[in-house]
């Protein structure tokens, strides 16, 4: 675990809310084709487009001189990005950050876990929607599930103490396996969120309304199986937990749509090109890349830049099901 800071945030947005929580993308590849993530035939975005190793390592310094103390590397896959344990180490250094976290799909875990927890990466969510080989092809399209086991077992031989399964809960794709893979986490010691699926992109594989499967709903059918508990526990992030008796694994569950968590929001995003994303659900941004590779002194253009965009982030999104998408970028290229 990082130091505590004592610094004050400085990037409050113009409700109040202190942002100090970033989601930072490294890239929109993907070795996987997720269903609900990207089309099968994806244009990737040219090199030269996304943010350079060096870049990402100074808007990471920047964030937390502002006042951020917990960065989530995302993708894409952030492990086929070169560089990336690098990347990792820089963080890692920065004296203000608090939790140095990443999201994977788990199928590059296996060769670099220990490098990542040697890094000082304090927490990895591993994306796993499903239990079953076939299935898990289904919805990767072309995805080998043992991979992702043999991921989550390195990150346990690395000693991570902190390791969360996040599940995209779709009706008729995977919402029946909800209390196996809840029992699959708690025989493993692992922390499990469920997702509502969110309006990101234009998708041809299913529709959006028919596939929602609300977090209550997935409650009820775990509680069937395993009685559950509420809990205040809070991980920064904007899951609401759960706990089954005699297990110290937390079962969570986030709902944009059902149980909107907006006004407690204390996080953006940042795309791999450099476009902050101050709302999943809505289209404001602001340009970092341009203010650091365009400027003489891009530290300070970029400090500048962060601290004028966060008072225009918006009071809440608006996600409709009905009306679909309502954003036209992925959830690849917004940032896992």
């Known amino acids: ?136 092809k289904q919805l990767t399209r072309f995805g080998d599930i043992n991979q992702v086991f043999a991921g989550i077992k390195a990150a346990q031989a690395a000693g991570f103490q902190h390791i969360k399964l996040n599940c995209v809960a779709l009706k008729h794709y995977n919402a029946d396996e909800a209390p196996e893979l809840v029992r699959f986490a708690l025989g493993e010691g692992l922390d499990i969120s469920f997702i509502e699926e969110m309006p990101l992109g234009k998708i041809n594989g299913h529709g959006r309304a028919a596939e929602f499967v609300s977090s209550a709903e997935l409650r009820e059918q775990i509680g069937k199986h395993i009685a559950l508990e509420p809990i205040s526990t809070d991980t920064g992030g904007p899951s609401r937990y759960w706990r089954a008796a005699g297990f110290e694994s937390l079962i969570g569950f986030i709902s944009p749509h059902s149980e909107n968590f907006c006004s407690s929001c204390n996080r953006v995003r940042v795309t791999a090109t450099g476009k902050l994303i101050l709302c999943l659900g809505q289209e404001n941004s602001a340009d970092l890349r341009s203010a650091m590779r365009n400027n003489p002194e891009p530290e300070a253009a970029l400090r500048e830049t962060l601290l004028n965009a966060i008072v225009h982030k918006p009071e809440k999104h608006d996600f409709d099901l009905a009306d679909e998408p309502q954003i036209l970028r992925f959830m690849s290229m917004t940032g896992g």
Do not use: W
Request: charged share 20%; net charge neutral.
């Open 1 to 136: 675990m990082h130091p505590t800071s004592t610094l004050s945030p400085a990037l409050i947005d113009s409700f109040g809310r202190a942002i100090t929580y970033v989601r930072l993308s490294v890239t929109d590849r993907c070795d996987l084709r997720c269903i609900y993530c990207m089309a099968e035939d994806m244009t990737f975005l040219p090199r030269a487009q996304v943010l350079s190793i060096e870049e990402l390592a100074m808007l990471g310094k920047t964030l937390c001189e502002l006042g951020v103390t917990k960065l989530r590397i995302t993708g894409g896959e952030p492990l086929i990005r070169g560089g990336i344990v690098e990347l990792m180490q820089q963080l890692g250094q920065i004296p203000q950050l608090q939790e140095l976290c990443l999201t994977t799909n788990g199928t590059h875990l296996a060769q670099h876990a220990q490098a990542l927890k040697d890094a000082g990466v304090d927490r990895i969510n591993i994306s796993l929607d499903t239990l079953k080989p076939l299935r898990f």
